[in-house]
């Protein structure tokens, strides 16, 4: 078992910043990939960006979040990132962070591959 708890949400003005933690526990953090994804109101949990360890610390974005999000982990810390520059309302979701263990033919983008998840943090974004 993986429990994960993200912190970080909140509200903030358009053009803002936030970063989201997602601390992990309870099996080797390393061996997981650690996936970031969002829902809004009324629609489905999205992908939005992805670090793999298979891969050498490959990371993967949303084409909407390309450029202004970055995500990044601390195996150390059993932590991974997710800083949000320049957010837009459409920004504004529940993110969750979620864990799967690492196989070759994982397919990073699919909420569907991903065996933990937790609980979410609003980010909200005023205009």
């Known amino acids: 078992q993986v429990q994960l708890v993200e912190s970080g949400g909140g509200l903030v003005q358009a053009g803002g910043s936030l970063r989201l933690s997602c601390a992990a526990s309870?099996?080797?953090?390393?061996?997981?990939?650690m996936g970031w994804f969002r829902q809004a109101p009324g629609k489905e949990r999205e992908f939005v960006s992805a670090?793999?360890?298979?891969?050498?610390?490959?990371?993967h974005y949303a084409d909407s979040v390309k450029g202004r999000f970055t995500i990044s982990r601390d195996n150390a810390k059993n932590t991974v990132y997710l800083q949000m520059n320049n957010l837009k309302p459409e920004d504004t979701a529940v993110y969750y962070c979620?864990?799967?263990?690492?196989?070759?033919?994982?397919?990073?983008?699919?909420?569907?591959?991903?065996?933990?998840w937790g609980q979410g943090t609003q980010v909200t974004v005023s205009s």
């Open positions: 979620a864990a799967v263990a690492e196989h070759p033919s994982l397919q990073i983008r699919s909420l569907d591959e991903y065996d933990y």
């Open positions: 670090i793999r360890w298979y891969t050498g610390d490959s990371t």
């Open positions: 309870g099996r080797t953090f390393s061996n997981y990939a």
